[in-house]
T-cell receptor, first 114, second 117 residues
């Protein structure tokens, strides 16, 4: 079975540019999570969705970040405009149920903002 | 608030040694779940185990074993006869339980394990 799919795997962009990260959760999973990993702050939850509905976006750093989940098989995380401090690895994870089931992570997108 | 502490930042062992990674957690939930994930040098996060707060039985899976002790709020991970392929960052994580969903994972800061020949 396919796991969580993220694209692109690597993204290098210049400050001020718009960046869009994409995620396809495991088929049948109804919860989706976006995390950011940096050396300084470790793994941080940015936002999560249940049944395509954003439940908690308190981890989104600021208005430059936005996330959408138009359907059960696709989500995007957008940064506009990007800044060098946004450089990090962004992970998407999905989970089967509302219960504290296991989250399965994608391979991550390494974002570098110059 | 939930908190996970992995006090060991980095551990180096020689192959075939046993190694234990410590995890201490804090939560006010009576029902909660504990997890271990592995992050190899390639970067992905690999799920290893999930334990719920009502099950204190230790678990063994091959060379891996986990010791869950509610009395000390610890969920330690032991690798027996370590191998170079075990070199990775290992994260302990905690999830509370709220009926209706919305559970979030709280991660520790990770322990970097280096297994050398």
């Amino acid at each position: 079975d396919a796991g969580v799919i993220q694209s692109p795997r690597h993204e290098v962009t210049e400050m001020g540019q718009e960046v869009t990260l994409r995620c396809k959760p495991i088929s049948g999973h109804n919860s989706l999570f976006w995390y950011r990993q940096t050396m300084m702050r470790g793994l941080e939850l940015l936002i999560y969705f249940n049944n395509n509905v954003p439940i908690d976006d308190s981890g989104m750093p600021e208005d430059r970040f936005s996330a959408k989940m138009p359907n059960a098989s696709f989500s995007t995380l957008k940064i506009q405009p990007s800044e060098p401090r946004d450089s990090a690895v962004y992970f998407c994870a999905s989970r089967l149920g509302l219960d504290p089931d296991t989250q399965y992570f994608g391979p991550g997108t390494r974002l570098t903002v110059l | 608030a939930q908190k996970v502490t992995q006090a060991q930042t980095e551990i180096s062992v020689v192959e075939k040694e046993d190694v234990t990674l410590d995890c201490v957690y804090e939560t006010r939930d009576t029902t909660y779940y504990l997890f271990w994930y592995k992050q190899p040098p390639s970067g992905e996060l690999v799920f290893l185990i999930r334990r719920n707060s009502f099950d204190e039985q230790n678990e063994i899976s091959g060379r891996y074993s986990w010791n869950f002790q509610k009395s000390t709020s610890s969920f330690n991970f032991t690798i027996t006869a370590s191998q170079v392929v075990d070199s990775a960052v290992y994260f302990c994580a905690l999830s509370g339980f709220s009926p209706g969903g919305g559970n979030k994972l709280t991660f520790g800061t990770g322990t970097q394990l280096k297994v050398e020949l």
